[in-house]
């Protein structure tokens, strides 16, 4: 090896500086770019959060997960709503708020007034959650065949409550025609005591009605009332609109635009009209899907364009207090806020799929729903295995299963009529 020598150690000397220099260079900028970058982000993340302004502004914006054990058995994304994270506990809380906003901006309700509602006890609780925000009270007529936890929470809230018999949505004494009444009573009530005030200033007498000669119900209103309003969740297209406003877009953007289709049950329609209207407006290729329990006839409208068979007449069946378990989905008429919707198929659920389901997304996932919850899992199943691996899938986890204790999740319930679950895995569903 030739010796190093001064004369050849030059050149080596003053390339190693040159390279030197242009490393120190090209490291200076790019620290100097990364450090603008990482300032940027900073003052991005620096600010600080902005508060919630109470309870409303809480509402929506719920986390969009990833169903585990479904999406791993079936090869699909399959993508739940947490709804159940409102402070209300459900979906409905998005059509509580809407319905009051639009009610008290249109005049027909004002700060003092009840609002009065014919609920199966999700959208109760919700307007009875929310009613005190606008300075309101909430009055609700729910079905006695409803969970009595339902009934509890509402008088927990301070609602008004009246459990009446279940009969067909024809029937004057129907809880939703009930509901109605009481609205009207409320505005006469409201309106006595104006005249009383104007006249002499005596306190008014109560207001009693009957609803019907078998079951005598007094409605009484404070004396501070200034009136009623009617939410009517099943024909108020704010249902519908707090959905296509609120739940469909914060689907799209959860999403990213990779989505290929959204399942969900009907009670009012709001939901599954309002997501899937907005769903399909954005990408028309988008599959929007109805999972339906037994009693209802909806799956006849989606699929056969009628809402009966021969032995029925559309809107005029009565409804068996046991056609479904599941509580707060299934109907026999037309809503105008399902009307509203864009659907491409419809599935049948069982009640025993809806338990089965429940109790394996309990196991398997940790997730504690409610039986519409349930229901409108087994309905991503069966989107997932007709439409085939790789596809992904969102549905609504409506609220959670606290409110379901003394039915959905009750040993004896369950085995008095054949349901107690019995499934290790997803065999209910045909997958081994």
């Avoid at 099943?234 to 399942?263: K, M, S």
């Amino acid at each position: 090896m030739a010796p190093v020598t001064e004369r050849t150690t030059g050149p080596i000397v003053a390339a190693a500086a040159t390279i030197s220099i242009a490393l120190i260079s090209y490291c200076f900028y790019y620290n100097k770019s990364d450090t603008k970058t990482t300032n940027s982000k900073k003052k991005k993340t620096s600010k600080p959060k902005t508060s919630k302004k109470g309870l409303v502004d809480a509402i929506g914006n719920t986390p969009l997960i990833r169903i585990n054990s479904l999406s791993d058995a079936t090869g699909c994304e399959i993508l739940g709503k947490c709804e159940f994270l409102n402070p209300g506990g459900s979906v409905k809380d998005r059509v509580a708020v809407k319905i009051i906003e639009e009610a008290l901006e249109s005049g027909k309700l004002s700060q003092g007034g009840v609002v009065t509602e014919g609920s199966a006890g999700s959208t109760a609780i919700s307007l009875a959650t929310v009613a005190p925000s606008y300075g309101c009270k909430c009055h609700v007529v729910i079905p006695d065949d409803a969970a009595i936890e339902k009934s509890q929470i509402l008088e927990a809230l301070g609602a008004t409550v009246e459990r009446v018999r279940p009969v067909s949505i024809t029937h004057r004494d129907h809880y939703v025609n009930i509901a109605r009444r009481r609205a009207i009573e409320a505005n006469e009530f409201a309106s006595k005591h104006r005249k009383a005030d104007c006249l002499d200033g005596k306190e008014p007498a109560q207001i009693y009605d009957y609803g019907s000669d078998e079951t005598k119900q007094s409605s009484i209103f404070s004396s501070d009332c200034t009136g009623g309003f009617f939410a009517d969740q099943f024909e108020n297209l704010a249902n519908f609109r707090a959905h296509y406003d609120g739940t469909g877009p914060e689907i799209w953007e959860q999403t990213g635009d990779c989505l290929d289709a959204f399942v969900a049950a009907a009670g009012t329609g709001g939901t599954v009209a309002g997501v899937s209207r907005f769903l399909q407006e954005k990408n028309q290729n988008i599959k929007c899907f109805l999972v339906d329990p037994p009693g209802s006839s909806l799956f006849n409208k989606v699929t056969r364009g009628v809402m009966y068979t021969k032995e029925e007449a559309e809107g005029k069946r009565l409804k068996n207090p046991f056609d479904t378990i599941t509580e707060g989905i299934g109907i026999n008429r037309s809503t105008q806020n399902f009307m509203m919707a864009k659907l491409d198929g419809a599935f049948r659920g069982t009640d025993r799929e809806a338990v089965e389901m429940s109790r394996f997304i309990l196991k398997n996932d940790g997730l504690f729903l409610g039986s519409s919850s349930a229901m409108n899992c087994v309905g991503a199943v069966r989107v997932a295995q007709s439409l085939g691996p790789g596809h992904t899938i969102v549905t609504i986890l409506c609220d959670n299963g606290m409110r379901h204790l003394s039915k959905f999740y009750d040993a004896q319930y369950l085995s008095q009529y054949g349901l107690t679950p019995t499934a290790t895995g997803l065999e209910f569903l045909d997958i081994k």
